[in-house]
């Protein structure tokens, strides 16, 4: 893969923040828009803009085909049984509230069990609680190991005849650990539960495929793979979804309405109120093209062979923490650390002014932050568009903050 091309369908990489050349290293919280990404959306507002499954209009038809062809696109990329089982949702923070919602409350029950991980994302933990809390239900987490990976012995020490929900992350937003969601998963059928995924971090970096993972939900989000903001998928079995009430209500969803009683129209729009996000989903179906001439695992090896130079570049760097495994094949292309006696807001603020950009703070992770016994971390995050000579701007940004830092001190 030639991945200086692939660099250059990048427009907004093309320019200096700060007076330097931008370095981006903050796509776990959202990637960048490649040229063709941009250009459908573009097209859908200029010469077919208008809504979709109403109208028998020429534009109505163009929109409602481009809109159910990247349902389709989505479907495969997932390789679901079924264009039913795809549901377009805002992201993955409300494809994880609906499961949570509609399956979580029609099935969870007093003294049953769900269960979770220290390393969630506050969008996995919260859902949760709140089902906890209102059916008198259990939360438990999975225990880390050091290192932040999950031992299967404990998992099924964890999860219970009791469990009915098991939801993990399929990658972490923090410490890059790749979950064996496949070995999880079992774990939770063989228990009688249901095992759902916050794949947020895991669609854009590792082929998904829910047949042979045998997931009951997963799902994740446009804006971190390359498509537009606002637009995501939730997965899930037909079997559930059929079963599902819908939590939200009106435009499309509905399939008739009397004056006391209504009925929904079936899958997949029994989930779709209102008017759906149409050029967020072209746009989604786009970006999947775009991801699939590439192929998710020449991302992944991508992502392996820079998250390995990063680690071995910042480890010869005094006073710098990372964390997460140190076996660079466990973890997709996120590297976190924190450098000592310098808050992770500071490193993220001189780094800025190097135009090299990074997250830092608790990344909707807090339980994960206690976990690690820090309040806040710096996070470098990589994707299709990044190279060594992205890392070596960091490495010497770092070296800048240590200088900076020693000589005001």
């Not at 499954?53 to 020429?58: E, K, L, M, Q, S």
């Not at 082929?207 to 537009?228: E, I, N």
Request: some cysteine; charged content about 25%; aromatic content about 8%.
């Amino acid at each position: 893969m030639n991945w200086s091309e692939v660099r250059k369908q990048f427009p907004i990489l093309d320019q200096e923040v700060n007076g330097h050349p931008l370095v981006y290293l903050d796509s776990a919280a959202t990637s960048q828009k490649p040229i063709q990404v941009i250009a459908a959306l573009d097209e859908y507002y200029k010469g077919y803009n208008s809504n979709v499954h109403r109208g028998v209009h020429t534009l109505g038809t163009k929109a409602t085909d481009k809109y159910e062809g990247a349902r389709e696109k989505a479907r495969n990329f997932l390789n679901a049984s079924s264009a039913e089982e795809v549901i377009f949702t805002r992201g993955t923070t409300t494809a994880l509230n609906i499961v949570a919602a509609s399956y979580g409350r029609a099935n969870v029950e007093e003294g049953d069990e769900i269960v979770i991980t220290y390393m969630e994302h506050h969008s996995n933990i919260i859902p949760w609680q709140q089902i906890a809390k209102e059916k008198g239900a259990t939360l438990k987490y999975i225990p880390l190991q050091e290192d932040g990976t999950i031992n299967l012995d404990d998992a099924a020490n964890t999860i219970s005849e009791k469990t009915k929900i098991v939801s993990v992350t399929h990658v972490s937003n923090v410490l890059g650990v790749i979950n064996p969601i496949k070995e999880l998963a079992a774990i939770a059928h063989r228990n009688g539960a249901v095992m759902v995924v916050d794949g947020a971090q895991g669609a854009p970096h590792i082929k998904v495929d829910v047949k042979d993972l045998d997931v009951d939900f997963y799902a994740f989000s446009g804006h971190k793979m390359g498509a537009p903001t606002g637009i995501g998928i939730l997965y899930g079995k037909k079997e559930h979804l059929e079963n599902m009430e819908p939590i939200e209500f009106g435009g499309e969803m509905i399939d008739f309405v009397g004056l006391y009683e209504s009925t929904w129209k079936e899958l997949p729009w029994k989930f779709e109120a209102g008017t759906p996000i149409i050029a967020g989903a072209i746009g989604l179906g786009v970006a999947i093209d775009f991801l699939n001439e590439i192929g998710q695992e020449a991302i992944l090896e991508h992502e392996h062979k820079l998250a390995a130079y990063a680690m071995e570049k910042m480890s010869q760097l005094d006073g710098l923490t990372i964390y997460g495994p140190v076996e660079p094949e466990k973890r997709a292309g996120v590297v976190t650390f924190n450098l000592e006696e310098v808050h992770p807001h500071d490193v993220a603020t001189v780094l800025d002014s190097e135009g090299i950009a990074v997250r830092a703070g608790h990344h909707c992770a807090q339980p994960l932050m206690k976990w690690l016994d820090v309040s806040a971390t710096a996070r470098a995050s990589f994707y299709i568009y990044n190279n060594e000579q992205d890392i070596d701007r960091l490495v010497e940004g770092l070296v800048k903050t240590k200088e900076y830092f020693t000589n005001v001190f």
